[in-house]
Nanobody, 123 residues
């Protein structure tokens, strides 16, 4: 069992940056692949970024590639999402998720979810 708690969301101007954190508690965090998803009002939850258990392999949605960076610190049981050059279309609740297997781009590939953190970008 893994519990996930996101933080770091907030209000930022377009072009600005935020760093989201996801703190994990429970056993064997370092063995889980991790992902970030987001859900805008009235839309389905969508994939943002994923990271292998070792941190050696990453995957990004085309909409965030080159602007967002996912990383992890297994010693701190934490995964991060550095978001630069934020745009109004990035407004959403951001969720981190843990996968007991390889992770991926689908929500069904993840076993544990956090409660989400709101990101708002003003134009």
């Amino acid at each position: 069992q893994v519990q996930l708690v996101e933080s770091g969301g907030g209000l930022v101007q377009a072009g600005g940056s935020l760093r989201l954190s996801c703190a994990a508690s429970g056993r064997a965090f370092s063995s889980y692949a991790m992902g970030w998803f987001r859900q805008a009002p009235g839309k389905e939850r969508e994939f943002v970024a994923a990271l292998s258990w070792s941190g050696g392999s990453t995957l990004y949605a085309d909409s965030v590639k080159g602007r967002f960076t996912i990383s992890r610190d297994n010693a701190k049981n934490t995964v991060y999402l550095q978001m630069n050059s934020l745009k109004p279309e990035d407004i959403a609740v951001y969720y981190c998720a843990a996968s007991k297997y390889l992770g991926g781009v689908g929500t069904s590939e993840y076993d544990y979810w956090g409660q989400g953190t709101q990101v708002t970008v003003s134009s």
